[in-house]
């Protein structure tokens, strides 16, 4: 069990590396100059702002506007305000909740193609051992990032250089790194 969690993690990490690291501050994309002079480019990147949900094991958020193309080359982050900790407590999703009560994970998938393209982010809370948290939970807020990647390489590829510029894991330095809104 420990030995999957850690080995989701390196791959969510080295995901992360792929898609972040090839972008820096005032780099120049197909689409144009990333940004004003002095401000980081965060052109197509997404934020879904949901305010509170209370459930018990399994929470489904809709996600529109999304094609199966972004979805694909995207890196997608999602953070939650638990409403037992402060209004600016944000944790990230997969990982540990409130004192280590459950843990969370997240996946997302296609709900809809007609009339347009609709996706839905399935969060589950679980207990250690894997198996459905039933206790129910409340969180403030729940928030979606979805940065489209600069560059898509085949697998197996390292971008020379590369280092992760982020903690992906910190809410308030991902919304920095990306010049958005907290």
Do not use: H
């Amino acid at each position: 069990m420990s030995y999957m969690k850690n080995a989701n993690v390196l791959l969510l990490v080295l995901f992360s590396i792929s898609l972040v690291a090839g972008c820096k501050k005032g780099d120049t994309g197909p689409e144009g100059p990333a940004g004003p002079a002095g401000t980081k480019g965060n052109a197509d990147v997404a934020l879904y702002n949901f305010g509170q949900q209370t459930f018990t094991g399994s929470l489904n958020l809709l996600l529109s506007n999304l094609s199966q193309g972004k979805v694909d080359s995207s890196l997608i982050l999602v953070y939650y305000n638990p409403s037992t900790e402060a209004a600016t407590a944000w944790y990230p999703i997969p990982g540990s909740g409130p004192a280590s009560t459950y843990e969370t994970r997240f996946f997302v998938y296609q709900s809809s193609t007609s009339p347009v393209s609709a996706y839905t982010l399935g969060i589950r809370t679980t207990k250690a051992d894997g198996t459905v948290y039933p206790t129910q939970v409340t969180w403030r807020k729940v928030r979606v990032i979805i940065a489209p990647a600069s560059v898509v390489a085949a697998g197996g590829r390292q971008i020379p250089g590369a280092g992760l510029p982020i903690d992906v894991n910190d809410y308030a330095a991902v919304c920095r790194y990306f010049n958005i809104g907290q």
